[in-house]
């Protein structure tokens, strides 16, 4: 990442993209809407202040909900298991 122009608003939200799909999160839909208009040109500071009040880093992603079993206790077959 040594060619990351940190004053490039639209390479910043093409490198935050490639981090909520690597990392498998997806961003809320006033971070999403905030993204879009900064790359369609929008002015950074302006859109930050926007939804500065709104946001914090906490709330940059989607909630996720548990699915499948979680919190289920974990069962042991001794079968599968013999060494």
Same mark, same amino acid.
């Given at each position: +990442?040594?060619?990351?122009?940190?004053? #490039?608003? /639209? /390479? $910043?939200? %093409?490198?935050?993209?490639?981090? %909520?799909?690597?990392?498998?999160?997806?961003?809320? #839909?006033?971070?999403? #809407?905030? $993204?879009?208009? +900064?790359?369609?040109?929008? #002015?950074?500071?302006?859109?930050? %202040?926007?939804?500065?009040?709104?946001?914090?880093?906490? %709330? =940059? =992603?989607?909630?996720?909900?548990?699915?499948?079993? /979680?919190?289920?206790?974990?069962?042991?077959?001794?079968?599968?298991?013999?060494?």
């Amino acid at each position: +990442m040594n060619n990351v122009k940190e004053d #490039d608003p /639209q /390479q $910043m939200v %093409s490198i935050l993209r490639k981090l %909520s799909k690597t990392l498998g999160v997806k961003m809320n #839909d006033r971070v999403e #809407d905030a $993204m879009l208009k +900064m790359e369609a040109g929008g #002015d950074p500071e302006e859109i930050a %202040s926007e939804i500065a009040e709104e946001l914090n880093p906490e %709330s =940059f =992603f989607e909630e996720k909900k548990p699915t499948g079993k /979680q919190g289920e206790k974990i069962r042991y077959n001794e079968k599968l298991y013999e060494l």
